[in-house]
Nanobody, 127 residues
């Protein structure tokens, strides 16, 4: 059974930084689209950033210039560096993998297209 394990969440003040990590287990992350999503209670899960097998990256507009997604295939891990954090970034952050990804196509943006999920890590940003 494939697994994704997130870590690195926590509580910070506005303007601070956090680095989230996601380790894949029992499958290689390199061929797939990997993503970070976030969710607050009562709202739909929102895509934050994606990185595909060729390292192409996309961000949602609200995090552009502040967040950086990266991956290390040798460590089978994906990361999300979050800087200049704002209270509105407060959410549970999830790592996800799209096993139906086809190289050359764009990573999907809908959570419905991702088949594997981690358990989530909480990020809380205080004003």
């Amino acid at each position: 059974q494939v697994q994704l394990l997130e870590s690195g969440g926590g509580s910070v003040q506005a303007g601070g930084s956090l680095r989230l990590s996601c380790a894949g287990s029992r499958f290689p992350i390199s061929p797939y689209c990997m993503a970070w999503f976030r969710q607050v209670p009562g709202k739909e899960r929102e895509g934050v950033a994606t990185i595909d097998s060729d390292g192409r990256i996309r961000y949602t507009d609200s995090v552009k210039g502040r967040f950086t997604i990266s991956k290390d295939n040798a460590k089978n891990s994906v990361y999300l560096e979050m800087n200049s954090l704002k209270p509105e970034d407060t959410a549970m952050y999830y790592c996800a993998a799209d096993f139906s990804f086809v190289r050359g196509l764009n990573c999907p943006t809908s959570s419905r297209d991702f088949g594997a999920w981690g358990q989530g890590t909480q990020v809380t940003v205080s004003a």
